[in-house]
């Protein structure tokens, strides 16, 4: 077999990603870096973009308002979750079918510390004699969000990631609902299902004083959002490209010979559960202010599931496709908001049409779109 | 003569059981510092699964194996790797969907330090020598002008660990891969290399991860007598290197002229061990891969 060809239904599609992909990385590197920070500058302009067709989005919120900006910002909040996500998925290779716990844990991290009307703070206020409007910090609670969320990864993934494949998607998907039931049940620190209001944002509890990040206004969310995806972008590039990358390579693509050649598995997978972790809990704790209130019903079962689509979807193991797939699967329901009964049944539709034409995702890492190729040659050949 | 030379590797009375069926029987053999041993035997004697023992993948029921007088049973096997001990397979595992140069340098980075925080951060910095440092040779005048920088940086605050290991890294696997003779391949995939390159980049891998030992499982299999010829001087070259080298193979004239002691194993069990002349001669080996005679029996 020479070179990987796409032959299939969607080929048109792919071959013309491909043309583009290796016309793209042919550009000498100063050409890549100047069309990449055109990119960066339209995805910052892009709020204020107004075209008719793709920019009206009907909010319920406002009479008659249109809400591209806010979806501009859910977007980036599920871009953020789907590179979190597909460094366990993609890079890694390990399925994790519980993601939303991690998110709800870096919700719940800002909402527990940082609202004033949360019973942990409330209790906190009494202990040491504070003033009533006194809570901890937005910008102490993003450690803060960060560091649970890592810690929750990590004694997840402790015990259950020495097991492999289905076996660790069920206890990862029983761990999402955990997180979310435990937070419904203990009303004594999370608020229980009645949830937490006057969650932070960078100006402080929600208030007709915040110009900046306040609640009508979405854009400068947007930007803030955009600006810790571009950030994240460029740290796990980082990863990619060094021994880290390599060694989550070499175990996906062989654990037991990799674990000879001196990869420590364990370490390295653990190292994936942490991170994409620390990444969902990240975007928890932005959603969570942005919203300034949240409830455990937010964070339920099929949220993961959606988080698990992005990344399918876009094409695991590449930055681009996770990103398009997140793009899309929170744009479009929003688009069509219109035909909201026949949404999920359009989006399903949706689902399963990539699936059986393009099983490798819309933007996949050459790599993982060769490896998934090569089980469905083994399962053509056992079969 | 054999107990004046240091013993490297001490198998000793291992007994490896799955359910009824014996494996090894109580295998015992050392292997000395820098020779080349071959272990040979019929089909199913117990070859490779003696190597699964001492590289980890499996614990004997019984019995230890020694390494540099250390106990290696129990460990994991990246630990083993990490103590000395480097392998290839029988039917080849290389990560396919990496380039040949990626794979050899997944071994150099055992021998490495960076993990995701130096890899995220690089604030590990390393003072370097003047001829490390980046050069400034473009002609851009822009590009120049970046060069420059980063070459005055580089004096002044070094150069991060990640950056220094990947250069060490690449440096190292591709005089591997010159040396077993693919370095004009370093950038393809391994699943496009052809048969005999795959086996090559095997040892080039294991070479990689600066083992005293290397195990070498059925190097020469599929391989035609000219390329065996060539692994032939290959191996004794990686002995002269100072590695000492274990090797399991069928082919009698390859291992008859490459090795200095020869254990044979059939059905899990030692049948014989000595030098090549000694081995060819021995009855009970001739035995075991011709059957016994009949009047013998």
Redesign the interface.
Known sequence: ?TETTNEGRLSGVSNFFAGVGNRWRGLPK?QRGIGFLAFVAFLYYLPLLGVPGLTWLRTDSIEGGNNWAGVLFTCAVYVLIALGLNVVIGLAGLLDLGYVGFFAIGAYAVAIFGSTQSPVVKSLQDKFDLAPEWAITWAICIPIAIALAMISGVILGWPTLRLRGDYLAIVTLGFGEIIRIVIRNSTNWSGGPAGIASIPGPQGAPSADNHIFGLIDAKPWYWLALSIVLLVVF?VR??EN???G??W??VR??E??????????FKFKM?AFA?GAALGGLSGFLFASRQGFIEPNQFNANLSILFVAMVVVGGSGNMAGAALGAVLLAYLPERFRDFSEYRFLVFGLALVLVMLLRPQGLLPSK?RA??LK?RQEEVAVGA | MPDEREVLLDVDHVTLRFGGVVALNDVSFSLYKGEILGLIGPNGAGKTTCFNVM???YKPTSGGVLFDDKKITGK???EI??MGV??T?QNI??????SAI?NV???T????Y???LG??F?LYRVKVKPEELPRVNSSNGL?RTWQQVARTSAKIFGLSR?TL??RAGERKSLELLRLVGIEHRANELA??LPYGDQRRLEIA??LA?EPKLLCLDEPAAGFNPAEKEQLNQLIRKIRDMGYTVLLIEHDMRLVMGVTDRIVVLEFGKKIAEGTPAEIRDNPKVIAAYLGESADAA
């Open positions: 077999m100063w740290l980082r990863l060094s021994r880290v390599r060694s390579l070499a693509e062989d037991d010979a990799a674990a000879v050649m001196g990869v420590n598995p190292w991170i790599r060769r490896e090569d | 590289t980890g993948v994991k096997p990246h790797n990490r480097a392998r397979f595992r290389l990560f396919p969907e990496m990626e340098m997944v071994g980075d055992s021998r490495h960076t993990s995701v890899a995220l690089r590009v990640h290991e990947e699943r496009n891998r294991a991860t």
